[in-house]
């Protein structure tokens, strides 16, 4: 590559500012940054400049500076499509928030609850003839079906959390077939 004279010699960072339009200080910083050596030529400076302006404006410099654009802007239209998602299945009434679901069964069960502990009484009222033995078997498969429940309850919504944190797991896994490594 053929370079003109004067960019061919050492320059100072002030001139090196004066040349691309920024401040000595941001020279400074580039210099400090490794992304010109200093005394370089005025060529090398503004190549490695114009490298790292090219490598910016093409979202290229992620690992650098911790900002991938390319991820950026999938995680976006992930995050878009998601509420987009939750947006439908709210119209459609299959969504509700985990809070007010967590209400309305705690609400059902405490009902049921009340409803069992009753029931001991009111066998002694209905059934005053009642053998104990039958009363006891009652109660005993009552308290057992309340226990089931309570199990299958914290099994499904168990399962149903981790299904929600593997789908969202393989969500972030970035997109990598057929890709070169």
Do not use: H
Not at 42 to 58: G, N, P, T, V
Not at 68 to 95: C, M, P, S, T
């Amino acid at each position: 590559m053929k370079v003109l004279p004067v960019l061919d010699q050492v320059i100072s960072q002030a001139e090196f500012a004066q040349i691309i339009g920024v401040s000595e200080a941001r020279v400074s910083q580039m210099v400090s940054e490794g992304l010109i050596a200093k005394g370089d030529t005025a060529a090398s400076w503004l190549i490695a400049y114009c490298e790292r302006l090219r490598d910016q404006a093409a979202g290229r410099l992620g690992e650098t500076y911790g900002l991938d654009l390319v991820q950026e802007r999938a995680a976006l239209a992930r995050e878009q499509r998601e509420g987009q998602a939750i947006k439908n299945a709210i119209a459609r009434r299959e969504y509700a928030p985990v809070g007010l679901l967590a209400d309305v069964l705690g609400q059902a069960a405490s009902a049921v609850v009340d409803r069992f502990d009753q029931l001991e009484g009111t066998l002694r009222k209905a059934c005053p003839d009642l053998p104990d033995e039958a009363k006891t078997a009652v109660l005993k498969v009552i308290a057992s079906a309340r226990n089931e429940w309570i199990r299958s309850t914290e099994r499904l919504v168990a399962e149903s959390v981790d299904a929600m944190l593997a789908d969202d797991a393989a969500a972030d896994e970035p997109y990598s077939e057929g890709l070169p490594a």
